[in-house]
Protein backbone atom coordinates (compact mmCIF):
# COMPACT_ATOMS: atom_id res chain seq x y z
CA UNK A 1 0.00 0.00 0.00
CA UNK A 2 1.41 3.13 -1.53
CA UNK A 3 -0.47 6.43 0.82
CA UNK A 4 -0.09 9.81 -1.38
CA UNK A 5 -1.06 12.72 0.93
CA UNK A 6 -3.42 16.11 -0.07
CA UNK A 7 0.21 17.96 0.30
CA UNK A 8 2.08 16.25 -1.81
CA UNK A 9 0.05 16.76 -5.39
CA UNK A 10 1.59 19.08 -8.06
CA UNK A 11 -0.75 22.80 -7.49
CA UNK A 12 -1.46 24.17 -11.44
CA UNK A 13 -4.45 25.87 -12.88
CA UNK A 14 -4.43 29.24 -13.01
CA UNK A 15 -5.56 30.95 -10.15
CA UNK A 16 -5.43 34.55 -12.18
CA UNK A 17 -8.40 32.91 -14.21
CA UNK A 18 -10.44 31.04 -11.17
CA UNK A 19 -8.70 28.06 -12.02
CA UNK A 20 -7.27 26.01 -9.28
CA UNK A 21 -5.89 22.48 -10.23
CA UNK A 22 -4.56 20.00 -7.69
CA UNK A 23 -2.61 16.89 -9.75
CA UNK A 24 -1.87 13.00 -7.96
CA UNK A 25 0.38 12.17 -10.90
CA UNK A 26 2.90 13.79 -13.20
CA UNK A 27 0.61 15.76 -15.34
CA UNK A 28 1.26 18.39 -17.88
CA UNK A 29 4.32 20.95 -16.92
CA UNK A 30 4.73 18.78 -13.69
CA UNK A 31 6.31 15.70 -14.79
CA UNK A 32 7.84 13.01 -12.55
CA UNK A 33 8.96 10.06 -14.31
CA UNK A 34 7.96 7.95 -10.78
CA UNK A 35 4.44 8.97 -10.74
CA UNK A 36 3.03 8.52 -13.74
CA UNK A 37 0.27 5.75 -13.24
CA UNK A 38 -0.99 3.05 -11.30
CA UNK A 39 -3.05 0.40 -13.17
CA UNK A 40 -5.32 2.37 -15.60
CA UNK A 41 -5.27 5.45 -13.91
CA UNK A 42 -3.16 8.16 -15.32
CA UNK A 43 -4.50 11.31 -13.81
CA UNK A 44 -6.35 12.13 -10.83
CA UNK A 45 -6.95 15.65 -10.80
CA UNK A 46 -9.19 18.10 -8.28
CA UNK A 47 -10.37 21.21 -10.04
CA UNK A 48 -11.89 24.13 -8.38
CA UNK A 49 -13.33 26.78 -10.81
CA UNK A 50 -14.72 30.50 -9.85
CA UNK A 51 -18.33 30.96 -11.71
CA UNK A 52 -17.65 32.11 -15.16
CA UNK A 53 -14.58 30.09 -15.27
CA UNK A 54 -13.63 27.29 -17.34
CA UNK A 55 -11.69 25.20 -19.76
CA UNK A 56 -11.67 26.24 -23.41
CA UNK A 57 -11.88 24.19 -25.90
CA UNK A 58 -8.93 21.26 -25.72
CA UNK A 59 -8.54 18.01 -27.81
CA UNK A 60 -8.31 14.44 -26.02
CA UNK A 61 -6.93 11.12 -27.47
CA UNK A 62 -6.84 7.40 -26.54
CA UNK A 63 -8.17 7.95 -23.22
CA UNK A 64 -11.25 7.59 -20.56
CA UNK A 65 -12.11 10.06 -18.95
CA UNK A 66 -14.63 10.40 -15.66
CA UNK A 67 -15.55 12.98 -13.64
CA UNK A 68 -17.65 13.12 -10.18
CA UNK A 69 -18.52 16.93 -9.45
CA UNK A 70 -18.04 17.06 -5.83
CA UNK A 71 -19.94 20.37 -5.41
CA UNK A 72 -21.59 22.69 -7.68
CA UNK A 73 -22.18 22.16 -11.87
CA UNK A 74 -19.97 21.62 -14.20
CA UNK A 75 -21.12 22.55 -18.05
CA UNK A 76 -19.50 19.91 -21.06
CA UNK A 77 -19.50 20.61 -24.69
CA UNK A 78 -17.93 18.70 -27.00
CA UNK A 79 -17.57 17.68 -30.63
CA UNK A 80 -19.46 14.89 -30.86
CA UNK A 81 -22.52 17.16 -30.37
CA UNK A 82 -23.11 16.68 -26.39
CA UNK A 83 -24.18 19.21 -23.95
CA UNK A 84 -24.89 18.26 -20.44
CA UNK A 85 -24.44 20.02 -17.16
CA UNK A 86 -22.97 17.44 -14.72
CA UNK A 87 -24.27 17.82 -10.82
CA UNK A 88 -22.77 16.28 -7.61
CA UNK A 89 -23.66 12.76 -7.70
CA UNK A 90 -23.31 11.97 -10.93
CA UNK A 91 -20.81 10.03 -12.78
CA UNK A 92 -19.63 11.66 -16.63
CA UNK A 93 -17.79 9.40 -18.84
CA UNK A 94 -16.08 10.64 -22.01
CA UNK A 95 -14.57 8.00 -24.34
CA UNK A 96 -11.92 10.18 -26.37
CA UNK A 97 -11.37 7.48 -28.65
CA UNK A 98 -9.14 8.63 -31.67
CA UNK A 99 -10.04 12.10 -31.07
CA UNK A 100 -12.52 14.67 -29.48
CA UNK A 101 -12.33 17.96 -28.03
CA UNK A 102 -14.33 19.41 -25.43
CA UNK A 103 -15.23 22.67 -23.30
CA UNK A 104 -15.94 22.65 -19.30
CA UNK A 105 -17.06 25.62 -17.45
CA UNK A 106 -18.30 26.62 -14.53
CA UNK A 107 -21.07 28.53 -16.08
CA UNK A 108 -23.25 28.63 -12.33
CA UNK A 109 -23.03 31.34 -9.74
CA UNK A 110 -21.32 29.52 -6.90
CA UNK A 111 -17.69 27.66 -7.26
CA UNK A 112 -17.55 24.44 -8.95
CA UNK A 113 -15.45 21.61 -7.23
CA UNK A 114 -15.04 18.21 -9.27
CA UNK A 115 -12.28 15.28 -9.07
CA UNK A 116 -11.44 13.96 -12.76
CA UNK A 117 -9.71 10.74 -13.29
CA UNK A 118 -8.35 9.64 -16.43
CA UNK A 119 -7.58 5.64 -17.31
CA UNK A 120 -5.66 4.02 -20.23
CA UNK A 121 -8.08 2.42 -22.65
CA UNK A 122 -6.99 -1.45 -23.09
CA UNK A 123 -7.49 -0.62 -26.73
CA UNK A 124 -6.44 2.91 -28.41
CA UNK A 125 -8.50 4.97 -31.08
CA UNK A 126 -11.83 3.94 -32.09
CA UNK A 127 -14.81 6.76 -32.00
CA UNK A 128 -15.69 8.73 -28.99
CA UNK A 129 -18.16 8.30 -27.06
CA UNK A 130 -20.10 9.74 -24.14
CA UNK A 131 -22.19 8.63 -21.08
CA UNK A 132 -23.59 9.88 -18.29
CA UNK A 133 -25.25 8.10 -14.74
CA UNK A 134 -27.36 10.61 -12.73
CA UNK A 135 -27.30 10.07 -9.10
CA UNK A 136 -25.49 6.65 -8.89
CA UNK A 137 -25.88 4.79 -5.87
CA UNK A 138 -23.83 3.23 -3.53
CA UNK A 139 -24.85 -0.52 -4.18
CA UNK A 140 -24.12 0.61 -8.16
CA UNK A 141 -20.75 0.46 -9.15
CA UNK A 142 -19.54 2.24 -12.44
CA UNK A 143 -18.51 -0.15 -15.09
CA UNK A 144 -15.69 0.37 -17.06
CA UNK A 145 -14.39 -2.12 -19.44
CA UNK A 146 -13.27 -0.23 -21.90
CA UNK A 147 -10.20 0.54 -19.00
CA UNK A 148 -10.52 -3.22 -17.16
CA UNK A 149 -11.71 -0.85 -14.55
CA UNK A 150 -15.15 -0.23 -12.24
CA UNK A 151 -15.53 2.52 -10.49
CA UNK A 152 -17.22 2.07 -6.49
CA UNK A 153 -18.74 5.09 -4.93
CA UNK A 154 -19.03 4.46 -1.15
CA UNK A 155 -20.76 7.25 1.50
CA UNK A 156 -20.18 6.17 4.85
CA UNK A 157 -21.36 7.66 8.12
CA UNK A 158 -19.23 7.77 11.41
CA UNK A 159 -18.64 4.56 12.30
CA UNK A 160 -19.46 2.52 9.22
CA UNK A 161 -17.29 0.30 7.66
CA UNK A 162 -17.57 -1.51 3.92
CA UNK A 163 -15.21 -3.82 2.20
CA UNK A 164 -12.67 -3.01 -0.51
CA UNK A 165 -12.74 -5.01 -3.36
CA UNK A 166 -10.59 -7.42 -3.68
CA UNK A 167 -8.38 -7.03 -7.19
CA UNK A 168 -5.01 -6.96 -8.78
CA UNK A 169 -4.84 -3.09 -8.65
CA UNK A 170 -6.79 -0.72 -6.34
CA UNK A 171 -6.93 3.09 -5.91
CA UNK A 172 -8.57 5.00 -3.03
CA UNK A 173 -9.60 8.93 -3.43
CA UNK A 174 -10.67 10.74 0.09
CA UNK A 175 -13.53 13.46 -1.27
CA UNK A 176 -14.42 14.29 1.93
CA UNK A 177 -14.45 13.56 5.81
CA UNK A 178 -11.86 10.64 6.58
CA UNK A 179 -11.56 7.00 6.71
CA UNK A 180 -9.09 4.24 8.06
CA UNK A 181 -7.93 1.75 5.36
CA UNK A 182 -6.96 -1.40 6.58
CA UNK A 183 -7.42 -5.27 7.63
CA UNK A 184 -11.17 -6.29 9.40
CA UNK A 185 -11.34 -4.04 12.67
CA UNK A 186 -8.60 -1.29 11.66
CA UNK A 187 -6.11 -3.88 11.34
CA UNK A 188 -2.87 -2.10 10.20
CA UNK A 189 -4.87 0.92 9.12
CA UNK A 190 -4.07 4.11 8.05
CA UNK A 191 -6.12 7.24 8.06
CA UNK A 192 -6.85 8.96 5.30
CA UNK A 193 -8.37 12.64 5.13
CA UNK A 194 -9.25 14.72 1.79
CA UNK A 195 -7.28 14.76 -0.54
CA UNK A 196 -5.02 11.88 0.57
CA UNK A 197 -4.66 8.71 -1.87
CA UNK A 198 -4.02 5.03 -1.65
CA UNK A 199 -2.33 2.68 -4.50
CA UNK A 200 -2.80 -0.82 -3.06
CA UNK A 201 -1.56 -3.78 -5.49
CA UNK A 202 -3.14 -7.42 -4.86
CA UNK A 203 -5.68 -6.34 -2.21
CA UNK A 204 -7.36 -8.52 -0.54
CA UNK A 205 -8.99 -8.58 2.80
CA UNK A 206 -9.45 -4.99 3.38
CA UNK A 207 -11.90 -2.47 4.44
CA UNK A 208 -12.92 0.96 4.99
CA UNK A 209 -14.24 2.64 7.92
CA UNK A 210 -15.11 6.06 8.38
CA UNK A 211 -13.99 8.26 11.29
CA UNK A 212 -15.94 11.45 10.18
CA UNK A 213 -18.87 11.08 7.22
CA UNK A 214 -16.63 10.38 4.10
CA UNK A 215 -17.04 9.82 0.63
CA UNK A 216 -15.05 7.72 -1.20
CA UNK A 217 -14.00 6.80 -4.64
CA UNK A 218 -12.94 3.84 -4.95
CA UNK A 219 -11.08 2.25 -8.65
CA UNK A 220 -11.07 -1.46 -8.87
CA UNK A 221 -8.80 -2.46 -11.79
CA UNK A 222 -7.69 -5.94 -13.53
CA UNK A 223 -4.69 -4.59 -14.68
Known amino acids: ?10 AGGDPGAGIESLHAFSFGRFYDPDNLRFGA ?5 EERLAPG ?19 G ?7 AGHATVVRAGDVQRLSAGGGVRHVERNDGDRPLVFVQM ?13 EIVRGIADSTPYALPQA ?9 CDGERTAVPDARFVYVHVVRG ?4 GGPGGEAGAELTPGDSARVTDAE ?19
Open 1 to 10: MLLRRAAQRY
Open 41 to 45: VLACN
Open 53 to 71: AGFGEHPHSHTEIVTWVVE
Open 73 to 79: ELTHRDS
Open 118 to 130: WLAPLEPGGEPRY
Open 148 to 156: GAMLHVRRL
Open 178 to 181: GIRL
Open 205 to 223: GLELAAGPAAEVLVWEMSG
